[in-house]
């Protein structure tokens, strides 16, 4: 955990379903000190919450959208994201992975007040035919819905939306890309070569001490 007075760090992490976001977050935050904030995992806790009343009116909704593999409104979204933050934040955490976000790049303008710029974009790039077989090979807590059709809706909307996302984020010049259709292990040690090349990630390192 970092903690002190030291500046906040916000790398994104974007890509397909099952391109491996997860094990690679998990694999940055043990390394570099970054706590992992799962976006889809944060919106199941919510709503599942029944005690969280705020979100009474967009519970039903939201729950509908994410069976049926579409995207969360934004204005559900994002305050769900903010309170993550702002209680992380009070227990010292300064380096933030968050993954999964953002799905469309209005959500990425709407949550910009909320959050500073992010330090870089990891976008984790898989072919649909290797992301499909991760899809319905692994077992995950609370996803017991999860088939062959829900992936190719997920999918869909990934395509739809992913080449607006990544040109933003390429304009800013904070976009990693790295494709991970081969082993976790090789896959993680290209992106580490990756970020270590990165003039950005270079200052961070020498900032963070």
């Known amino acids: ?74 204005e559900v979204l994002v305050p769900i994201m903010t309170a993550e933050i702002g209680k992380q934040r009070l227990s010292g955490h300064r380096r933030f992975l968050i993954d999964g976000f953002p799905r469309r790049l209005d959500q990425a303008a709407s949550f910009a007040p909320h959050m500073i710029k992010p330090m870089l974009v990891i976008h984790v790039q898989c072919p649909r035919d290797v992301a499909l077989n991760r899809y319905l090979s692994r077992k995950l807590p609370g996803r017991l819905d999860d088939d062959e059709e829900l992936f190719h809706r997920r999918y869909h909307h990934y395509l739809r939306h992913n080449d607006d996302i990544s040109a933003h984020y390429r304009a800013m010049g904070v976009l990693v890309e790295i494709d991970s259709s081969g082993d976790t292990q090789s896959t993680y040690e290209r992106l580490v070569q990756l970020l270590r090349e990165h003039e950005i990630w270079k200052m961070f390192h020498e900032t963070a001490g």
């Open 1 to 74: 955990m970092i903690v002190g007075t030291k500046p906040e760090v916000h790398v994104l992490i974007i890509g397909a379903p099952a391109s491996g976001k997860g094990t690679l977050c998990k694999k940055l935050s043990e390394d570099y000190g970054f706590y992992h904030l799962s976006v889809g995992d944060l919106i199941r806790q919510a709503l599942n919450d029944r005690t969280n009343h705020a979100l009474d009116e967009a519970r039903e909704e939201a729950m509908k959208r994410m069976k049926e593999g579409t995207l969360l409104a934004t």
